[in-house]
């Protein structure tokens, strides 16, 4: 949507709105400020590069809306601001849709494709036809509304003929512009369709802060996003990280009230480069125009593995008669279009009895409730524990112990209950108690009103310390190679380690003679725990377990420090300060140093020779992203050349290979693949994914 010339000069405008000193309420400052958020919010939800960071881009809505404020005749209905209304949505006004949201036929195999291809030529006429095949977005759907650049109206799907009306919560997605250049392409009048989502990776990070707040979990990122869109009040909409992917134009006139599907309009995929021209965010990337069932076949092969890695759930892939012409011959019956069809991937679903609940204590007090299920193989692994969030996850779901429950695994997320199986129960089920003292040092459980999780606050309670440490040593944290969840369990029960600083000084003549070491195995725990001493300070932050202070959050105060010491003494407003820390991280970090306790390890730590500085060379060192990991690399690479494609594995310390077999982790494959993917294809252990997975891995 922005040109080179136009970012580049938008980008010279940030800069120079950044450094201002006075801030006079006139139109042109009031519009500058407009422009250039409209175009970070374009750089962040369609171009996926952040061009500046969150602080600066809060400074900048911030003073819009000061000055706004200053001067309200200054206020256009496209404004950032006027993102997240003011008042509270009482409720949604029904809609009719201008064409009704058709629903997908769904296909399963092979056989349904060609019958699905069979029937388009038959319909079409024609002996070949181009297929056009993107992911299956699974969020909530919506159809959006434009009339003369405007965004005029947001809908949900409802029952296809009418939705409820959310213009109010969609404008609090930046992801969706609230005006946009039709015109240039001859378009007065417009209802595109897409889906909203939340991103996993955002997901998962605000499920962790809502469980360490106490917070109930969500349990999906679809049933969040279609819960998020109903919500009351759009400021609330805007803090869940909706986006929204928009996928079909479904009505286009122009202002003579012509209908343009089949004039300026040529093909779903030309609607799509005009969706995107028009800053929306498009499966343009992620999409493929295919000429054969064969060649629709491959790309479905690879988006089975793809869509594990890929950032955003999807159930399937949708192929769509390219040609709107051939789309207009094939038409739609009164359930779904007879051009499109929903290819859906093996459901990743299986039932399994619930022998018992565990009740966990987390290294912050925590108790987490994990059913023990029948082991049962799901999507690659055995599946036999899976948390149940909270107390209250139980009661909504009524699941009871004996119960046949039903679990779930989209992807590489964690597994999860879906529900119990209501009719297979005989009566002998077993209601589930939540214990009322700590299972591991028998103190009283609190839960205030307003959380949902139940914690233990003794701070000496042994699973809390034993988590503590587990986490000290782990992989994110100090790395401490050899030190892994089972050997700490078992140096505890030892008494070898009763605190942290006890790491630095195990009984290494004594661990040799336990069963099960060696003279070898006992050096290696030992290099890696000395090894550890010399990690980069953000290691060591994360390593205290603070609540709510994870990896990116670790690195970020690192950035900020001299050293450990200096953190130890910041109030929450110097922390407020750093782009990423809110309040309620700042206080936490403010609790953990009032516990003397804690910076006595850290003094304890820096005495043992733990390194506690912020040190230059950590921040030019190399990666390891790829480490203990094979490649080979097949077909045309559109992307990279091979001996880049080899520098980039030997730089992140991956190995290349060069042949299939069963020590290949990864084939990277190109355009025109052949005998190196069938070959692949047969094992499998072997990922397939194509050059842009690979460039995501060594981002
Ligand atoms: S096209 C008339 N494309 O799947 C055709 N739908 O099961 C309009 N969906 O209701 C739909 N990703 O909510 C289309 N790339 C995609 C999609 C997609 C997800 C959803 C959509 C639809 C449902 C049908």
């Keep these: 949507m922005f040109s080179i010339e136009e970012q580049q000069h938008l980008l010279q405008l940030t800069k120079k709105l950044l450094e201002k000193s006075e801030w006079q309420a006139n139109s042109e400052t009031v519009s500058n400020l407009r422009t250039v958020i409209k175009f970070h919010d374009w750089c962040y939800y369609v171009l996926s590069e952040q061009k500046i960071t969150d602080f600066d881009y809060d400074f900048l809505f911030s003073k819009l809306k000061e000055l706004e404020k200053f001067n309200p005749t200054l206020v256009t209905e496209d404004s950032p601001t006027q993102r997240v209304a003011r008042g509270l ?52 759907s919506i159809a959006l509304v434009y009339e003369n650049n405007r965004l005029v109206r947001a809908a949900t799907r409802g029952d296809g003929t009418v939705g409820e009306d959310i213009t109010n919560n969609a404008k609090a997605l930046a992801s969706i512009p609230l005006t946009a250049n039709f015109s240039s392409f001859g378009i007065s009048k417009i209802e595109i369709r897409g889906e909203v989502i939340i991103k996993r990776d955002v997901f998962e990070k605000m499920n962790e802060q809502r469980a360490v707040l106490g917070e109930k979990t969500f349990q999906n ?116 279009p007879r051009w499109a ?66 679990v779930e695994r989209a992807g590489e997320v964690i597994p999860y209950i879906v529900g119990s199986v209501k009719k297979l129960r005989t009566g002998k089920e077993i209601f589930i108690e939540f214990p009322k003292n700590c299972p591991s040092c028998n103190t009283p459980l609190v839960k205030p009103e307003e959380e949902a999780v139940w914690r233990c606050d003794n701070a000496d309670c042994p699973a809390q310390t034993e ?51 060696g003279k070898k195995s006992v050096e290696n725990l030992q290099a890696g725990i ?21 990896v990116s959050t670790s690195k970020d105060l690192a950035s900020h420090l001299n050293n450990i010491f200096e953190l130890s003494e910041k109030n929450t407003e110097w922390l407020t300060n750093i782009e990423g820390i809110g309040p309620k991280v700042a206080q936490s970090i403010v609790d953990f140093f009032s516990n003397k306790s804690n910076v006595e390890l850290l003094h304890h730590l820096k005495a043992i020779g ?90």
């Excluded at 890929?310 to 709107?324: A, P, Q, R, W, Y």
């Design 530 to 550: 000395e090894t550890s001493k010399n990690q980069p300070l953000w290691r060591l932050i994360n390593a205290l377990g603070i609540r709510l202070v994870g």
């Design 89 to 140: 949505t009482e409720n949604f006004e029904t809609v009719t849709h201008l064409t009704s949201m058709l629903s997908l036929e769904n296909s399963y195999n092979e056989a349904d494709l060609l019958e699905f291809d069979r029937r388009v030529k038959d319909l079409v006429g024609e002996a070949q036809i181009q297929y056009c095949v993107e992911p299956k977005f699974d969020g909530a």
């Design 221 to 336: 990122p679809r049933n969040t996003a279609s819960g998020s869109l109903r919500l009351k009040n759009p400021e609330e909409v805007r803090n869940r990280r909706l986006e929204a992917i928009l996928y079909h134009v479904s009505f286009a006139e122009d202002s003579n009230g012509n209908n343009l599907a089949l004039s300026t309009l040529k093909s779903h995929y030309h609607c799509i480069e005009i969706l995107m021209n028009c800053g929306f965010v498009t499966p343009l990337h992620e999409l493929k125009l295919c000429n054969s069932v064969q060649e629709i076949l491959n790309f479905l092969h690879i988006w089975n593995e793809k869509r594990n890695h890929f950032n955003i759930d999807t159930d399937g892939m949708v192929l769509k008669v390219n040609s709107l012409a051939q789309q207009n011959k094939c038409g739609s019956t009164s359930h779904h």
């Design 467 to 517: 988590e503590r440490t587990i986490h000290f040593a782990s992989k994110d944290a100090m790395d401490i190679e050899g030190l892994g969840r089972s050997i700490v369990i078992d140096f505890i029960e030892r008494k070898f380690i009763q605190n942290i600083e006890n790491i630095y000084s195990l009984p290494y003549q004594e661990i040799l003679d336990l069963e099960g070491w």
């Design 341 to 406: 069809m929903a290819y859906k991937f093996a459901a990743k679903r299986a039932e399994s009895k619930l022998l018992k609940v565990e009740f966990q204590v987390g290294r912050t007090g925590a108790i987490t409730p994990v059913a023990k299920i029948e082991p049962v193989p799901l999507a690659g692994v055995t599946i036999s524990s899976i948390s149940l969030h909270n107390e209250d996850f139980i009661k909504e779901k009524d699941i009871r112990l004996c119960d046949t429950v039903i």
């Design 610 to 699: 733990v390194n506690t500085e912020n040190r230059v060379e950590d921040a030019l060192s190399k990666n390891n992203k790829l480490e203990g990991k094979t490649f080979l690399f097949t077909g045309s690479l559109q992307k990279f050349t091979r001996d880049r494609a080899k520098q980039l594995v030997e730089e992140n310390g991956g190995k290349l290979l060069s042949s299939v077999s069963a020590n290949l982790n990864f084939l990277v494959v190109g355009k025109d693949a052949g005998s190196k993917l069938t070959k692949a294809q047969k094992i499998d252990s072997i990922q397939i994914i194509d050059e842009d997975s690979f460039l995501k891995m060594v981002e």
